[in-house]
Every structure is written in structure tokens, then in C-alpha cells.
């Protein structure tokens, strides 16, 4: 006999004000993502963005490793999504925004991930109606969000996870884990007290790094929960 069970879920939701503009930032599982991103239209990256955040001096001194990242993100915004490319990247967080403005309601993507040792902040227009999603390439669209909103929106949420981790930091001591992504050669964790983060110049020394850290309990690909999912879906 067919029932309808209804389950409880929780949903992270953060909200902030900047320069006049409201934003609500909703966590997404992987289903809702996709199906959004389907009605979705990229926004072209601007290099000057991640030259700012990466390459600058001043900002360079208060970027987090990945280690540092990871566990900000995790606590910021919950467990890691799974859809990922797990020999380039080790981590996504998927987010839904709504951007409120006198003109309007307008609702954006946001896909915070790592890709080769860098994390990328990538942006998408979603569309209520599919037959609105433009056939030519926009960088942006000016009526509703434009480039320097887009910017000053990216820029403070870079910020927010850095300062984040400070407060974190202060007050918490995370699990020893450990992370690898294959196709940089980096591995990165927290261990013995310390987040670590480093890279190889080939394959044998990649490893024996891996080898190495294991002997003390640290395995960077961890083993399916089926007896929890399983519990999960029918309880």
C-alpha cells in the first residue's frame, strides 16, 4: 500500500544587507541544484575578482589554506555536497540567492568549490521560465545585478569565510581528516594540531605523503555510510 511519509529537513539560511541590497543565501542539496542549475545561466568570471583575492599582497596574507576552507565551509554552510570531480576538486557547496531590490526579487546561484588547489565563487542567473534563458553569452545583467554589485556581493563573502575562520578557530578544535586531490598533487587536513597543506612535485613523493599519514590513521577517500543512509531514508 502506498504512503506518504513526511520527513523533517532542516535548511541553512544566511541573511545580510549590503550597500542598500538584501541578500538571502539558501544551502542546497545536490538534487535542487541540478534541477536550478538546468534553468540556470552561467556568469562569466572576472578575473580581476580572483587577481584581487589571490595575487594581491594584502589580501594573499589572510587567505585560508584548504584545510582552513574546507572547515570554515563546513561549518558555515554543513557537510560537503558530494557532486564533485574527486580527482580535481575535494569539496562543493551549492547556495541558492535571492537578491531583494525596490525593482525586484531576483534569484542567483552561487557554487562555492575547488578545482586544482584554488576556490572558485561561480555564479548563475536562475530563471522562473526556461524559455526566457538567453541563446547568447551575457557576462551580466545589468537591469538586476551588474558587475560591480556582483564584485562587491563575491568580495564580502570571501571576507565573511575568512573572518569566520578566526572566530572558529578561537573556540573550536576540529577532528584530525585529511584530503586529496589527485590531479594537483596536493593533500591537506588538520594534524597533530596543525591544518596542513602541501603539494608534490610528482606522483612517488604524492604517495608516500599519503602512505605516510595513513600509518597515524588519516585515510583522504573515506568509506561509504550505507548503514547510515539506509536508516536515514527510512526513519
Given amino acids: 500500500m502506498k504512503q506518504v511519509v513526511r520527513q523533517i529537513k532542516e535548511r541553512i539560511k544566511f541573511e545580510f544587507e549590503l550597500e542598500a541590497i538584501k541578500y538571502e543565501l539558501w544551502r542546497l542539496d545536490d538534487y535542487e541544484y541540478r534541477k536550478l542549475l538546468k534553468n540556470s545561466f552561467f556568469i562569466k568570471d ?33 557537510n560537503s555536497s558530494d557532486s564533485f570531480d574527486s580527482s580535481k576538486g575535494s569539496f562543493s557547496f551549492p547556495l541558492l540567492i535571492t537578491i531583494n531590490k525596490a525593482i525586484g526579487k531576483f534569484f542567483y546561484l552561487l557554487h562555492i568549490f575547488d578545482a586544482k588547489g584554488w576556490i572558485y565563487y561561480r555564479l548563475y542567473k536562475v530563471f522562473e521560465d526556461e524559455s526566457n534563458i ?19 556581493f563575491l568580495n564580502y563573502i570571501h571576507k565573511y569565510i575568512n573572518e569566520s575562520f578566526k572566530s572558529l578557530n578561537s573556540v573550536t578544535i576540529p577532528e584530525p581528516f585529511l584530503k586529496a586531490i589527485e590531479a594537483s598533487l596536493i593533500v ?34 573515506q568509506s561509504q555510510n550505507i548503514s547510515g543512509l539506509l536508516q536515514t531514508i527510512i526513519s
Avoid at 60 to 69: E, F, G, I, K, T
Avoid at 145 to 152: G, V, W
Avoid at 194 to 205: A, C, L, P, R, V
Fill in 46 to 78: 572576472e578575473d580581476s575578482f580572483y587577481n584581487n583575492i589571490y595575487l594581491s599582497e594584502n589580501e594573499n596574507q589572510d587567505n585560508l589554506n584548504l584545510a582552513q576552507s574546507f572547515i570554515t565551509l563546513t561549518s558555515l554552510f554543513g
Fill in 134 to 152: 538567453p541563446k547568447i553569452q551575457s557576462e551580466v545583467f545589468e537591469s538586476e545585478f551588474t558587475r560591480q554589485e556582483i564584485n562587491n
Fill in 188 to 221: 591537506y587536513g588538520y594534524y597533530n594540531n596543525q591544518y596542513i597543506e602541501e603539494g608534490y612535485n610528482n606522483e612517488q613523493s604524492y604517495q608516500a605523503a599519503i602512505k605516510k599519514l595513513r600509518l597515524v590513521g588519516l585515510w583522504p577517500w
